[in-house]
Nanobody
Framework: VQLQATGGGLVQAGGSLRLSCAAS????????IGWFRQAPGKEREFVAA???????TYADAVKGRFAISRDNAKNTVYLQMNSLKSEDSAVYYC????????????????WGQGTLVTVSS
């Protein structure tokens, strides 16, 4: 599966952005999709993930502010980001794996190219 993440940009603190992860392939619905982010000088960290049933999980840092969803008919997963903070600034990546969710980057064999989110304070 090939992934393309879009929707990043510059936003003021407290604002919102919606990221999209578009996937190729006819078996998209079978994949769990995760969002990760990486800030300069930091390790890549888990943000949110959704499996084929729609089950969702979030990192503590984004709970209540971010929402992940998927539209299997469009082969797309979304990450709605609200109440953005400066510490949310990072390159955001979407990743795919078969079957169950994982919060570890090493569990995902397929990655998109990343989209930059910058939150100004």
């Amino acid at each position: 599966v090939q992934l393309q993440a879009t929707g990043g940009g510059l936003v003021q603190a407290g604002g919102s952005l919606r990221l999209s992860c578009a996937a190729s392939g006819r078996t998209f619905s079978a994949y769990a999709i995760g969002w990760f982010r990486q800030a300069p000088g930091k390790e890549r960290e888990f943000v949110a993930a959704i499996n084929w049933t729609g089950f969702r999980t979030y990192a503590d840092a984004v709970k209540g502010r971010f929402a992940i969803s998927r539209d299997n008919a469009k082969n797309t997963v979304y990450l709605q980001m609200n109440s953005l903070k400066s510490e949310d600034s990072a390159v955001y990546y979407c990743a795919a794996k078969i079957s169950y969710i994982s919060d570890s980057p090493s569990g995902y064999p397929y990655w998109g190219q990343g989209t930059l989110v910058t939150v100004s304070s």
